[in-house]
């Protein structure tokens, strides 16, 4: 298997790991680099200067996207900032490559049906990196609600907050993507994840209503900070967002008539009322299993015996979505989506 990833920074060092681990000595690693910075990103986002990342990965490495299709990758990881995301997936798509877009699928709608077309066309795999989908928490919600556990829905909340800052604590905060607007940044899209399982648990949103923007002293030119109301779905969803708060949360809490349950992503707990008899803890869960659960989804789907959990299908969708906010929050108007 021979596997090039676009884009070496944390999330593609990350990838290139879980790959080499799950394919062993049969992976041919390419990367495509533009900035050769030369540290290792550890799994815990602590940057170690004193080792080469290029040499620790073992991997070849290609400076333009042309030499680097040349080189035939069975199949591509598009780990570069979201704006850059859409152009590269179309020329490996082109190129025949199988598909693995890290999230948002890109920063805007357009060129998005082109790349379905050409997957489509050259029967393709491609899978858009939503990791928390495969988190047990969420996966046991799901189950939960689909069951109507809970009874009649009457709301429901998402909820993160973190400071850019401290997220990736091995880089200027002010040059990372999620800062900058050219990059495809701002909370909205570098954390649609909420939207995604907004998405997911309830079912496709008929309008949204927003409010937020540049809130806090942050040195950025986009949005840090989102409230947001999804309506028309199983039941209205609440999201709130902030990347210039602390302590980092995220939590979904689900109310219906029956009960509720509020699930905290990050440690892994679940608390319900009245006490759901099934309900389990994964205080143990280790983060990076959510990324080499994806992986190895991944690698069935190229085998052909899964299919993509996050095709592009739900990535368009969930992209449609988060745009509709950011419309909503900059114009103060309710954006239906139809």
Request: proline residues 4%; contains cysteine.
């Amino acid at each position: 298997m021979r596997i090039l990833i676009a884009g070496l920074g944390a999330i593609g060092q990350r990838h290139a790991r879980n790959l080499r681990a799950l394919y062993g000595e049969s992976l041919e690693l390419l990367a495509l680099r533009r900035r050769h910075l030369p540290q290792v990103v550890t799994d815990a986002l602590e940057r170690i200067d004193s080792r080469n990342v290029e040499a620790e990965l073992n991997v070849t490495v290609f400076t333009s996207s042309e030499e680097a299709l040349a080189a035939r990758p069975d199949a591509v990881f598009v780990c570069t900032p979201s704006s850059q995301h859409l152009e590269l997936a179309q020329c490996a798509a082109e190129a025949g490559c199988h598909l693995f877009i890290e999230k948002p699928l890109s920063h805007s709608l357009e060129g998005v049906d082109r790349l379905r077309q050409t997957v489509a066309a050259n029967g393709l795999i491609a899978l858009v990196g939503c990791q928390w989908r495969y988190h047990p928490c969420v996966r046991w919600l799901r189950e939960v609600i689909q069951t109507g556990t809970l009874g009649t829905l009457v709301e429901a909340e998402i909820e993160y907050g973190e400071y850019l800052p401290d997220w990736h604590p091995y880089e200027d905060y002010r040059t990372s993507y999620a800062a900058r607007a050219d990059l495809g940044g701002g909370v909205v899209l570098t954390q649609i994840h909420d939207y995604d399982l907004a998405w997911w648990l309830f079912g496709p949103p008929r309008a949204v209503t927003a409010t937020g923007g540049h809130l806090s002293d942050l040195e950025i030119d986009v949005e840090d900070t989102v409230a947001a109301l999804l309506e028309g779905a199983l039941v209205s969803v609440s999201v709130r967002q902030s990347m210039a708060a602390r302590p980092p949360r995220r939590m979904i809490t689900v109310t219906g008539d029956a009960g509720s349950v509020t699930v905290d992503l990050l440690a892994g707990r679940i608390s319900s009322t009245p006490r759901i008899a099934s309900a389990a803890a994964f205080a143990d869960y280790q983060r990076n299993q959510m990324f080499r659960d994806e992986a190895r989804h991944f690698q069935a789907c190229l085998a052909g015996t899964e299919s993509p959990a996050v095709p592009l299908g739900d990535g368009f969708e969930v992209l449609r979505l988060a745009l509709a906010v950011k419309t909503a929050m900059t114009t103060g108007r309710r954006v239906e989506i139809t």
